[in-house]
């Protein structure tokens, strides 16, 4: 496949996937200063979070879950796990092999260096909540399809809802475009605050990213630095 057919097949795929979505906009910078020095934007004033379903009400709405295809070649629904208070949740793309076969978010490769990601900027697992755009494998791996993320928003939504952290990382393309509704690429997304229905986001790289490319811990890592000072400041 030629160069330019690789790039009409990428622009075909987001196209599908974002069908699917509304609200497409891009992350929330408001002045030009915010953009120069690539800083914060003014803090959103939360309103007090309305009561809503419970993290095991929106399980035991999943289900066995049926709604899309990638039911038939699962092994288990990876609802996500950690503290249901979070003040930090991870949104990821989807479940790999590990994952399927245990039942919970980021357990491989790319899990572990999760982990120590956490762990880097002071905080535990059990600290924060780990979940991905949609609960089933898609299989080898294969990028996530339009009707499977429309199946899956609602849980993701009520989650983030139920749990109302401080800051979302999007970890890579799908989780970053999911909770930003844009089609920018996470090269120009990442690094910079955006927002969620008034929670702070930041998109950065995946962590299976930085099992191929190495040198992308730097820009991951200063990311995290900016998440872990957000954290920090009253909220």
């Given at each position: 496949m030629s160069e330019r057919d690789e790039v009409v097949a990428d622009l075909r795929e987001r196209a599908r996937f974002f069908g699917a979505l509304s609200g497409i906009g891009l992350p929330r910078v408001t002045t030009k200063a915010d953009v120069a020095a690539n800083a914060y934007p003014p803090r959103t004033v939360m309103e007090p979070p309305t009561a809503g379903p419970s993290l095991e009400a929106i399980r035991a709405d999943i289900g066995d879950c049926q709604r899309c295809k990638l039911s038939?070649?699962?092994?288990?629904?990876?609802f996500g796990q950690g503290h249901p208070q979070a003040q930090l949740l991870f949104v990821g793309e989807?479940?790999?092999?590990?994952?399927?076969?245990?039942g919970l978010a980021?357990?491989?490769r790319a899990g572990q260096l999760l982990t120590k990601i956490i762990e880097a900027i002071g905080m535990t697992r059990d600290d924060v909540?780990?979940?991905?755009?949609?609960k089933c494998r898609p299989p080898q791996n294969r990028n996530p399809e339009p009707d499977e993320i429309s199946s899956c928003q609602p849980f993701l939504e009520a989650q983030i809802e139920a749990i109302r952290p401080r800051v979302l990382v999007g970890l890579?393309?799908?989780g970053a475009q999911w909770l930003l509704k844009t089609a920018e690429p996470i090269s120009k997304l990442r690094g910079r605050f955006g927002d969620y229905k008034g929670i702070a986001v930041m998109p950065t790289?995946?962590?299976a990213y930085?099992?191929?490319?190495?040198?992308a811990k730097k820009d991951l890592w200063s990311d995290m630095q900016r998440v872990r000072d957000f954290l920090k400041e009253p909220a």
């Open positions: 038939k070649g699962r092994k288990n629904i990876v989807a479940p790999g092999a590990e994952e399927d076969e245990q980021f357990v491989g909540f780990i979940a991905n755009v949609i890579g393309k799908f790289y995946h962590p930085l099992l191929r490319n190495p040198g």
